[in-house]
């Protein structure tokens, strides 16, 4: 059902339509620059807002939804370098698996115009019932290489019921497979892992990224709907962690972070 519920969205809405505008001041978050996006576009469409983005006095990122007179506004932010292969650790305060049916929070890389267009080179971690009320709050889906009939993205969508008020959430991306993690807590072993998914297709060229990306983070309304309840939103981003995988089997070695073999 959350295959066909994303097809029948459509591709520009979900997971295309990120290129926007960077017109506010850089934030620092995580060891790395992040671009903050502003302007009208997709996903949703959606009115990206600086204002409803900050790092407060612990460290800690806020991405915000936010109502004011008769205008939503919704979150983006994304990193001015390009990751490559590796370990991508996002660390959350707050309970994403209770989302409002119309709020989507993504935690992804993505492509750029140089590297391929919408529909591509994407890998994703989001938390959406894409509008319908479900158990299967989570989502990781990987989005192929290339544009061409019959490379489709490969979506698995799990139980993403948490334990407490804090999670994990990781995926590593080499050039033959991607493996994705959900944990319980802010941890940096495995303790608290209830979910996990493995995607290792044989024609891996095709199918997964094989470029660096930049980093993307964004919590924004199906849609452009406003959520159900009427109430603004407000996600809390305690770490990003990137580990470089320096063996690159492949020959890909254009990604920007360095690497200690």
Known sequence: MLRNLRAAIGVGLLAGSCFGSATAQPINFGGYTWEVR??????????????????DADGYLHLKISHTGNQWTTAEVFTDAALGFGIYEFKIIGRP??????VVLGLFNYTTPLIGPDGTNEIDIEFATWGDPQASSGNWTIWPALAQPGLNATTHGY?????????????AWSAHRVDYESLNGLVDDETGRYANWSFAPADYELRIPQHALPVHMNLWLLQGQPPTDNK???????AFRFTADCIFDS?????????TR
């Open 251 to 259: 020959g890909f070695d254009d990604a920007s972070a360095g690497c």
């Open 97 to 102: 698996d209770q989302l409002d049916t119309n």
């Open 232 to 238: 603004e939103v407000d996600i809390t981003i305690a």
């Open 38 to 55: 502003s302007g009208t576009g997709g996903p949703g469409p959606n009115t990206f807002a600086a204002s409803n983005v900050a790092v």
């Open 159 to 171: 139980d993403a019921t948490l334990a407490g008020n804090t999670s994990t959430h990781r995926f």
